[in-house]
């Protein structure tokens, strides 16, 4: 139940918004896509405010896996578990994706999958831009979605837990799902 609430907590709070309001006296929801995240912040303020609002995100997502491994260190699924609240959080509550926290939050938990899907999911990018051309945007999208469900394949691989892989699947179809209602701040010019 803890780790549900610090979860919840932590992607509840619209931070790169009140970071982009304080600093810049923009609002990330009235502009671009109206997504509250990363690539908003980068896209809209620049480097000075996104890099900033980046390791906010990070924070976010390598927090809750931190004090599950502290809680749990006998059962690694809930490192994995507790990624789930702060993405559902920053989507239902602070219009973000939550990607930027699950990638981090995956690559302290087990780096090799975190690098595993990253592979697949450029693999795939790559893939996709020689079928449909380089600027795709439509390639870029598929590439993170089959970037994100791949981490399911490389947990069993690399964890042999059937929780841990039970876990990741439920992670990865949380993101996709989201990926998939949710406009792309990287096709902002």
């Known amino acids: 139940m803890g780790l549900f609430i610090l979860g919840s907590v932590l992607g509840a709070l619209p931070l790169p918004q009140w970071l982009t309001q304080i600093i810049a006296r923009r609002d990330l929801t009235q502009s671009g896509t109206g997504n509250v995240s990363v690539a908003a912040a980068f896209k809209q303020v620049g480097p000075r405010l996104g890099v900033p609002i980046v390791l906010v995100e990070i924070a976010r997502g390598v927090v809750p896996v931190l004090v599950a491994r502290a ?3 006998e059962t690694p699924a809930w490192q994995v578990v507790a990624i789930a ?4 959080a920053r ?4 219009s973000g994706g939550g990607v930027t926290n699950s990638v981090w ?5 087990s780096p090799g999958v975190a690098l595993g899907s ?3 999911g450029w ?3 790559k893939g996709l831009q020689l079928a449909w051309g380089k600027t795709s945007g439509r390639a870029r999208r598929w590439a993170a979605r089959i970037g994100c469900a791949s981490a399911a394949v490389w947990t069993w691989p690399i964890s042999r837990s059937l929780s841990e892989t039970a876990a990741m699947t439920g ?3 949380l993101l996709v799902g989201i990926n998939l209602r949710q406009a792309d701040d990287a096709d902002l010019s």
């Open 91 to 94: 989507y239902a509550i602070a």
């Open 123 to 125: 693999l795939t990018w």
């Open 105 to 109: 939050g995956v690559l302290v938990y």
């Open 171 to 173: 992670l990865a179809f």
């Open 85 to 88: 609240p702060v993405v559902m």
């Open 118 to 120: 990253g592979l697949t």
């Open 71 to 73: 809680w749990f260190p």
